[in-house]
């Protein structure tokens, strides 16, 4: 039975109803001897106690998607084959260009949200340059099948959840796609393909979206395994115009650090609260050596690049979460890079799907005009760049993302 289905769900609302019916029933009619009677209370107590918290877990997982499935929560499920050492630009020396054509069959997607606005599809992909084997998710714009657009290709940006968590989370508690819908139609945000990956690929860890020789290669699997299976089953955009990648949480800091690391697969990136020094994720993969920080902080890969990327980083976040982020990563770019920060005051909420639910429509608005797809230059409503301040701070601090946090908690 799975996880988040509506079998498994509903088979615990019954059991919370009968745990709390059977004290109710039998709590004075018990016989036999009093230690007896003794247990089978207290087996009953804690039946529904029990009972009522896998349900409240059930129903907090399906409404945040942290865990996908059984050998997510339980840490049991790996999705890595091998991990060959792939060398800097994660390719082994593979030139993409003359590997055959990849083939996909695709079903539809089963969950919250997936049945909404037109539906969301689902396949396995096996990475034939990371050795990665894990599913995708894939929505199609309202313009895809409309006759007007049958030669027409379409941008694309993949989506990245925070860890835990589910790559259905953009669609069932997001709403990505519902939200764009409308938009979409009435020509206000780009007809964008929307792809969601699997990053929870080894048990137990955050990947930091990064390639570790004989671990993972979490980088090739979402920066060339799946833009490739995109362009070779859609009328996708080739990269890097047209591409750009977005994420939350631990999915922003993976986000901002694909883009910066790879100009020439991506042209933007949306980080929603993210951080730059994967030492914030203290599972991450990334953060077990300080060469892994600095191979994987996009700050250090900013202020490192001999030539800055053309690329432009759309950073939200709140004072300690985010923010002071996205304004070292303003402060270290250089022409053509470009950095948009948005403060967000503490009073819009925490740490949460519900802070970074509204901003999906100003970030894609903003994508819509940086892939030049629509009006460059228009900021997106709802946007509030924030003055950006670093207090003098060092090279270290913005690394971390911890520059002038006073300065900013001053500001709110």
Known sequence: MSLTGTPFLYTLIVLSVVAVALPLGLWSRLRGPKALRAAARVLMLLFAQGTAVALVFVLVNNANNLYDTWDDLLGTGSHVRQAADLGPDGTGGVELSRLPRVRQEFSPAQGPGMHAAGG?????????????????????PPQYDQPAYRTHRFPVVELLPGYPGS??????????????????????????????PRTTLLPGVDTGCANIPGTVNADSWLSLDVPRMVVDNFRAQSAPQGWAVAGYSAGAHCAAKLAVAHPDRY???????????????????????????????????????????????????????????????????????????????????????????????????????????????????????HAPSNGGARH??????????EGAARRR
């Open 120 to 140: 969301v599809r689902v396949t396995q992909l096996e990475g034939r340059v990371s050795g990665v084997n894990a599913e995708v998710y894939v929505w199609l």
């Open 167 to 196: 790559a259905k989370s953009w669609f069932g508690t997001l709403k990505v796609h519902e939200q764009l819908l409308p938009l979409m139609r009435e020509g206000k945000v780009a007809p964008f393909i929307l792809v969601a």
């Open 267 to 385: 042209r933007a990136a949306v980080s929603l609260s993210g951080y730059n020094d994967p030492i914030a994720e203290r599972t991450s993969l990334a953060a077990q050596s300080r060469a892994l920080r600095a191979q994987n902080n996009p700050y250090v890969l900013l202020r490192r690049a001999a030539t800055p990327p053309p690329v432009a980083l759309y950073v939200s976040g709140q004072p300690g979460d985010g923010y002071e982020a996205g304004v070292a990563l303003l402060k270290e770019a250089k022409a053509p890079t470009s950095v948009h920060v948005v403060f967000l005051p503490r009073s819009a909420g925490g740490h949460t799907m519900a802070l970074w639910r509204p901003q999906v429509v100003p970030a894609f608005t903003w994508l819509t005009a940086q892939l030049g797809q629509g009006h460059p230059g228009r900021e997106p409503k709802g946007a509030a760049p």
């Open 396 to 405: 270290a601090a913005l690394a971390s993302g911890t520059a002038s946090r």
